[in-house]
Nanobody
Framework: QVQLVESGGGPVCAGESLRLSCIVS????????MGWYRQAPGKQRELVAN???????QYADFVNGRFTITRDKANNTHYLQMNDLKPEDTDVYYC???????????????WGPGTQVTVSS
């Protein structure tokens, strides 16, 4: 079973930084994409950033150069460095990976339970 665990969230003041971490419990046979999403109560979950297995990255428009997604292949971990945080960045942040657990399994998405980020003005 593939499990994801986020850490690094918490309360910060506007302008400060946080680094979120996502540890994936086991290596997938084929990792296709890893990413970070966020969701506010009553709203749809939205993409923040993702990175493909070829290290191509994609960011939401609201990131505007403030966030960076990276990964540590050896430790099966990916990160979201968030700088210059704003009150509107307050959300629950979820890490995600998509891939194939074994050569015989289909493409599947896996999600972490989420970590709260609260930015005060």
């Amino acid at each position: 079973q593939v499990q994801l665990v986020e850490s690094g969230g918490g309360p910060v003041c506007a302008g400060e930084s946080l680094r979120l971490s996502c540890i994936v419990s086991r290596r997938l046979f084929k990792l296709i994409v890893m990413g970070w999403y966020r969701q506010a109560p009553g709203k749809q979950r939205e993409l923040v950033a993702n990175m493909t297995c070829l290290d191509d990255t994609q960011y939401a428009d609201f990131v505007n150069g403030r966030f960076t997604i990276t990964r540590d292949k050896a430790n099966n971990t990916h990160y979201l460095q968030m700088n210059d945080l704003k009150p509107e960045d307050t959300d629950v942040y979820y890490c995600q990976v998509e891939g194939m657990q074994t050569v015989n399994t289909s493409r599947t998405e896996y999600w972490g339970p989420g970590t709260q980020v609260t930015v005060s003005s």
